[in-house]
């Protein structure tokens, strides 16, 4: 069987997935729904310009020749599609993702899922009814260090989790204002919460602080460029959060980055491409090269193609508990109080 896939939003994410898809036999892209047609046909050209680079030293060939639909209802309606990847705006999530189910058509969603719970957990609980395949793009879940770094912990109890997410102001211009990006935490810092949850289970309670300290005259900056927040676990463990935009080009440089987990004289430092374990003994670092989104669109289809949701790592329910965490974070920091998070 090959799976037919369509996309919704022709922007900067959907040229890495197109580009993971083409290299995979079994699947084929067919349709792209974007408002601006001028992006599908942008996004169409990067993707094959690449495909043309990589044929000259003697790549795959293939080529990208999808219909393109400013109205997802009309693709959804003619595409015949097995998939849909949802590569819009985090504001604009809702009606799509409930189209495609309506058609038992399975999903691939960019994270975060929505900005708002109520939106998410009525897809949740569509895709649950429906027994659809569901994937959310967390991808760090999928990489070679995180399995890794899963063995080597062990059975051991992480005591505390400490994540970073430090760099600077992504160009996508509706990331800078809250209503469309729920802000950094929401938007950015989302993949570290979804780590700690897989190594340290679920969040209960959180408060936070943040401020916006440089990045106030950009137009429309309406978010925090800073951020420092606690997490508790229902474990009894603890966890913070750093967050900040104020950084670009090389001055990250000696930070930490990802997620640091700390067990009793054990002490692991884990991202999409490296792991470090710190024993009293001995420090040992590793480095892998292998694409945790090729491995999460690989998984993807695969599970589509077999119609196994259970093959998937991040199915959309588990995010929809990531999103209720950050959303929690993100009320905190504004509004100073103690935030218990949602059950969902
Ligand atoms: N997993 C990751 O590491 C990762 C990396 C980058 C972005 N993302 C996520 O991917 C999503 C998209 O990010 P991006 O960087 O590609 O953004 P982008 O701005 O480059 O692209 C978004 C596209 O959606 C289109 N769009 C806007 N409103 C629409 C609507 N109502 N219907 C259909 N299309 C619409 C825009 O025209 C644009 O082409 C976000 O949720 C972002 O958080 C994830």
Known sequence: ??????????????????????????????????????RIAACVRRVNGQQDLGARSGDDTRRLRPKAYTDYRAMIAEAGLNALYICTPPSVRGAIEMAAIEEDVALCVEKPVALRLDIAREIAGAIRDRNLVSSVCYQVRYSEAVVDAHKALGAR??????????????????????????????????????????????????????????????????????????LHFASGAVGTLVTTSVLGGGSTAGFPTGLHLFAADYRVEVWGGTLKVVTPDRTDEYRYRASPMLA?????????????????????????????????????????????????
């Open 157 to 230: 109890p992480v005591a505390m989790g400490l994540g970073f997410m430090l760099g600077g102001v992504p160009s996508a211009p509706w990331w800078r204002v809250h209503a469309q990006s729920g802000g950094q935490i929401v938007e950015q810092a989302t993949h570290a919460v979804d780590l700690m949850r897989a190594f340290m289970g679920e969040v209960v309670r959180v408060y936070g602080a943040g401020a916006l300290r440089v990045h106030g005259e950009m137009p429309g900056f309406d978010i925090h460029d800073t951020g420092a927040s606690v």
């Open 1 to 38: 069987m090959t799976v037919r896939i369509g996309f919704a939003g022709a922007g900067g994410v959907a040229v890495t997935h197109l580009l993971n898809l083409l290299r995979l036999q079994d699947a084929e892209v067919v349709a792209i729904h974007d408002v601006d047609s001028d």
């Open 296 to 344: 999460l669109d690989t998984d993807f289809v695969d599970a589509v193609k077999r119609r196994d949701p259970a093959r998937v790592r991040t199915p959309y329910g588990d995010a929809l508990r990531t999103l209720a965490v950050t959303l929690a974070l993100d009320e905190s920091a504004r509004t100073g109080k103690v935030t218990d998070v949602p059950r969902v």
